[in-house]
């Protein structure tokens, strides 16, 4: 019985796949640190494409809407690196606006809080004294600790050993933390240079990976990637400007709120609310948090006055603003994000959070139309 050249590649093919099984499983361990190395290579050029993907929201509308326009020739031949320079110099002015505006406020709140927690403290000690002598059964169960039973010596031998052996460990994490630091200021400076090369021959390499894709991949897979490709674009521009919008308005709005109450350090809470709103449902929540218990350590009354102004202005920040300006920037309910959040931050923690709203959104987007199509074509539609 013979076999024909179909079966004989078929074998052939099982036996090697059978073969590169064999060399992972005996060669596991060179073959994860080959990964994790490739990895991190590869994951300062991911950097860059999200550095480019950044920039190139302000550099479109430049672009676009600005140098496009332009009469002169020479001014549209220059139209991208000006764009580039003018989204540059937008991103660097916003981000000294607020370095400028909230690190001296930042460092006199600093200042004012240092020289109020001792006097908070010292009211607390002063509670705390009174309630001993009001309620005397504390100071005597205090009394009968007995502390002779302490070996102080065996207690102050093992700390000078800790301090010793530890010395040796702090200097190596010291290295250890500079080489990082360092590893990561020039992996950033890498990143950013891929970037700006990405930004610069982006059609390029748009048209490239299509030729790739178009040349490997059957015609239905291709159409599906580049519909895939252009939903994500879409979702997470949509989502980053949205966000962004958000925070500017929330921040005004907290900034007028806080300074007609008089509510202390209004510049830096409404930096802090701001950034924290960037973060989907749970910035919102640690943004309170913290924010009450700053005021709280000047004056409780106001800490009291903020939450309830910060209650009012979520809700009009819930009911009317995120609606209008990021309800229906990616299209995913509200369930969905919050499974996205969950995900994401136990995965990537606070980028997980950012970056995989979108993701769900495309998701849920390429699937609901998946289940639409699949049940237009059956005979039975569920009603």
């Not at 076999?3 to 078929?10: G, R, S, T």
């Not at 240092?114 to 002063?126: E, G």
């Not at 030729?211 to 059957?218: G, Q």
């Not at 709120?257 to 930096?271: D, F, G, K, T």
Request: hydrophobic share 55%.
């Amino acid at each position: 019985m013979g076999f024909d050249k179909e079966k004989i590649k078929q074998i052939r093919n099982l036996m090697l796949l059978a073969a590169a099984l064999v060399l992972c499983i005996l060669y596991s361990g060179q073959i994860i640190d080959k990964a994790v190395l490739a990895l991190s290579i590869l994951s300062t050029f991911a950097a860059g494409i999200a550095i480019a993907f950044v920039f190139n929201i302000p550099m479109s509308f430049y672009e676009r809407k600005v140098f496009s326009r332009a009469k002169s020739r020479r001014l549209k031949r220059m139209a991208r690196p000006l764009s580039f320079f003018s989204a540059l110099l937008t991103i660097a002015a916003v981000i000294a606006i607020v370095t400028v505006a909230v690190i001296p406020q930042f460092v006199r709140t600093l200042t004012e809080l240092a020289y109020q927690i001792p006097q908070y403290l010292n009211k607390t000690i002063n509670s705390l004294q009174w309630q001993f002598y009001k309620y005397p059964w504390i100071t005597d169960n205090l009394q009968k600790i007995d502390f002779q039973r302490i070996d102080w010596s065996s207690l102050a031998e093992r700390l000078m050993t800790f301090f010793s052996s530890g010395f040796g460990n702090v200097v190596t994490s010291t290295f250890d933390i500079a080489g990082k630091v360092v590893g990561g200021f020039i992996n950033a400076i890498v990143a950013f240079i891929f970037g700006i090369y990405v930004l610069f021959q982006k059609e390029q390499l748009i048209r490239q990976s299509k030729l790739i894709l178009n040349a490997y991949i059957p015609i239905r897979g291709y159409l599906w990637i580049r519909k895939t490709a252009m939903l994500l674009h879409k979702n997470f521009k949509s989502f980053i400007t949205g966000q962004c919008l958000e925070a500017c308005i929330i921040f005004i709005l907290y900034l007028v709120v806080l300074s007609v109450l008089r509510i202390p350090y209004p510049m830096v809470i409404s930096v802090f609310i701001a950034f924290m709103s960037l973060i989907p449902i749970v910035g919102a929540v640690i943004g309170a948090i913290i924010s009450s218990l700053l005021v709280l350590i000047v004056s409780p009354v106001k800490a009291v006055i903020f939450l309830i102004a910060y209650v009012v202005v979520q809700q009009l920040e819930g009911n009317l603003i995120y609606p209008k300006v990021v309800g229906g920037t990616v299209g995913l309910p509200a369930i969905w994000v919050l499974a996205a959040v969950t995900a994401g931050s136990s995965l990537m923690g606070v980028l997980g959070m950012l970056t995989f709203i979108p993701l769900f959104a495309t998701i849920y987007t390429l699937l609901r139309d998946d289940v639409y199509a699949r049940n237009r074509k059956k005979k039975y539609n569920i009603r």
